[in-house]
């Protein structure tokens, strides 16, 4: 578990690296927030001499013109990019709340859902296609192109999901899908093979990756050919 200093720091930089936009849209949702990340996210605005009002309570009802622009909105028109794969609900949730802190947008699955509790039909969906393909692929989360760095960073520094709990089945799908084992992005490339010296090529060798987005590298024994086909 973090600490208060570790947690202080952290939402210090990552608000300080939003934009405007970014800022303006976590205010409206301030009423979410901890009372430690509202203190910060008022410090910032304050820092750059905006003015903006930390909302302490859910907008009311939109009104009918609101209603009608929400209802005539495509998120299909949108430049959408995946930068993770969720297995369930939970993991959804985590996502979400990492890139609503972040001031990022985020759809899910085949249909640009926003609710992650609308996700529960699409979650039974996939669990009966990964029964007839023999593994599960999961649903992705995907944010506009112009967040895709931005996205990685969230993840990059947002505290881990408490106790996770990952089945086998789940744990060999993540090396199937091959991701940065640091921000999630699935645009890994792989660097080559260590071998140590007098060691038996297709049994000591280590698998070296790279992630393109965040520049984290790291070594494992056993994801060589799918992480070759995810770069």
């Known amino acids: 578990m973090k600490s208060v200093d570790e947690e202080w720091r952290e939402f210090t930089e990552q608000y300080a690296q939003m934009s405007e936009i970014g800022l303006e849209a976590l205010a409206d949702e301030a009423y979410d927030l901890t009372d430690m990340a509202r203190e910060l996210l008022r410090a910032e605005i304050a820092r750059r001499g905006l003015h903006l ?17 929400a209802a005539n909105f495509d998120s299909s028109e949108l430049d959408l990019v995946n930068v993770a794969r969720i297995f369930d609900l939970e993991d959804a949730a985590w996502y979400k709340n990492v890139l609503n802190n972040a001031g990022i947008p985020s759809y899910f699955g085949p249909d640009n859902v926003e609710s992650v509790e609308a996700l529960k039909a699409a979650f039974e969906a996939e669990k009966r296609a990964s029964n007839k393909r023999g593994y599960e692929a999961g649903i992705e989360c995907k944010v506009p192109s112009d967040y895709q760095q931005p ?16 089945n086998a089945d789940a744990e060999a799908e993540a090396d199937y899908l091959a991701v940065c084992p640091r921000c999630h992005s699935p645009e890994i490339v792989f660097q080559g093979l260590e071998t140590k010296a007098g060691g038996e090529s297709d049994v000591d060798s ?20 799918q992480g070759s086909a995810a770069s």
């Open 53 to 69: 009002h930390l909302r302490d309570q859910p907008a009311p009802p939109d009104t009918s013109a609101d209603m009608e622009r």
């Open 151 to 166: 996205a990685y960073q969230a993840f990059a520094q947002a505290p881990h999901r408490p106790n996770p709990e990952i």
């Open 206 to 225: 280590k698998y070296l990756w790279s992630c393109d987005p965040c520049g984290y590298q790291w070594q494992d024994d056993g994801v060589e050919q």
